[in-house]
């Protein structure tokens, strides 16, 4: 595919894994993850019932989430120090497109996913994903593919997997979007978002097991009171 604004730099989605620097470049790092979430987006469309697609949302917000993350902390750094005699206004462009993504999936992730409005905001927000996906393959990872070794991006691939791992699963608007703000509000919200992630696996919005749960808790909490008064 030939970039327009740099006709000089070849995508990384049309080079192989060995032109790219090997599986655990970063360049094919975020190939296959790009590739991964397209997929989710793309069963979004056939998906049959709100609850599935609710389900998908979840899922794609997820992983897109750690995406950006691992990419705001490890390869945008990384590209601004590699290439620190270029105009930094492509990572600029992306991390709003971040914040824009970031902010959708505030009003997604209690919104009910049979709501009249609902699938609008997802196709937008997926329009958004999909648009950075292009901006990374087709400029920004190509350009530190010419900047540094095929070791280096190994290193920084292993850096950004492994922040990918560790790092928040949900939108939170007020976080920074460059290091070191990020990585210090990270830790603690990766830890609350995992906590949470629990609840909604067992409680998944929109079910009527959730529907039910403040009235099982107000239940419960009925009947403590009711046992202590008989107690005392």
């Known amino acids: 595919m030939t970039n327009l604004r740099n006709p000089a730099l070849r995508s990384v989605a049309d080079q192989s894994e060995a032109e790219r620097g090997g ?22 469309d056939r998906a049959t019932s709100a609850q599935e697609r609710g389900r998908l949302v979840a899922e794609v917000a997820e992983r897109a989430l750690r995406h950006a993350f691992a990419e705001e902390t490890v390869l945008f750094p990384a590209y601004r120090r590699f290439l620190a005699g270029e105009d930094d206004e492509l990572t600029r462009h992306i991390e709003g497109d971040h914040q824009a993504v970031n902010d959708a999936l505030v009003r997604l992730q209690r919104a009910d996913p049979a709501s009249a409005d609902y699938d609008a905001v997802v196709r937008a927000t997926f329009e958004v994903i999909r ?6 393959e087709d400029d920004l990872l190509p350009r530190l ?15 950004w997997e492994a922040q990918r791992r560790t790092s928040p699963t949900r939108p939170h608007p007020r976080v920074p979007r ?11 919200l990766a830890v609350s978002d995992r906590v949470k ?8 919005v929109g079910s009527t097991r959730r529907r039910l749960a403040p009235l099982v ?3 419960l909490a009925a009947g403590i009171v009711v046992a202590r008064r008989r107690a005392g």
């Open 145 to 159: 593919q010419q900047a540094v070794s095929a070791r280096r991006l190994r290193a920084i691939g292993a850096a």
């Open 178 to 188: 460059e290091p070191p703000g990020n990585v210090l509000a990270g830790i603690p």
């Open 23 to 44: 599986p655990g470049s970063i360049l094919s790092r975020q190939s296959r993850d790009h590739a991964e979430l397209d997929e989710l987006m793309r069963a979004y």
């Open 197 to 204: 992630d629990g609840v909604d696996h067992a409680l998944p």
């Open 131 to 136: 648009h950075d996906a292009h901006d990374e």
């Open 217 to 219: 808790l107000l239940a």
